[in-house]
């Protein structure tokens, strides 16, 4: 009887815990760069993307691409797209392959719904990539 009467105090509380709470998902946002050495320094910006947690780290996921061992390539994280106001919040970090994920790094605090811009840099070769992040 005791028994019968915690699986149904636990279910209750699972399902109210359930209906209650708010997913906490992050957003998947596409991407497609086209990025040359000679055209705005070699750096393009993907749109913006609200961070749904304050975690210190962002995932790209390149799907395709043109990019090889020799490109100079970086991805990186920026808090605007536009000279003006913006401050790099993540470092640059190479991608070396045509497809596959890296982890840009936060070295500045974020927040929750702050929206952040994935930045592609290339300061060798003109590189194209397809993709998708969450901020």
């Known amino acids: 009887m005791l028994k019968k009467k915690l699986?149904?105090?636990?279910?209750?509380?699972?399902?109210?815990t359930m209906l209650f709470s708010v997913p906490a998902m992050a957003q998947?946002?596409?991407?497609?760069?086209?990025v040359k050495p000679s055209v705005n320094d070699g750096e393009a910006f993907s749109a913006g993307n609200p961070k749904n947690d304050a975690e210190a780290k962002a995932y790209v996921v390149t799907q395709d691409s043109n990019i090889s061992s020799v490109d100079k390539f970086y991805y990186a994280v920026?808090?605007?797209?536009?000279d003006e106001a913006r401050y790099q919040y993540a470092y640059h970090t190479q991608m070396t392959s045509k497809t596959g994920q890296v982890t840009p790094v936060y070295y500045k605090p974020v927040t929750a719904k702050?929206?952040?811009?994935?930045?592609?840099?290339?300061?060798?070769?003109?590189?194209?990539?397809?993709?998708y992040w969450f901020s």
């Open 28 to 34: 998947k946002k596409f991407f497609s760069f086209d």
């Open 114 to 131: 702050q929206t952040m811009y994935l930045q592609a840099d290339t300061d060798k070769y003109g590189v194209w990539a397809d993709g």
């Open 78 to 82: 920026f808090n605007y797209p536009k």
């Open 7 to 16: 699986v149904q105090v636990t279910a209750v509380a699972m399902a109210a």
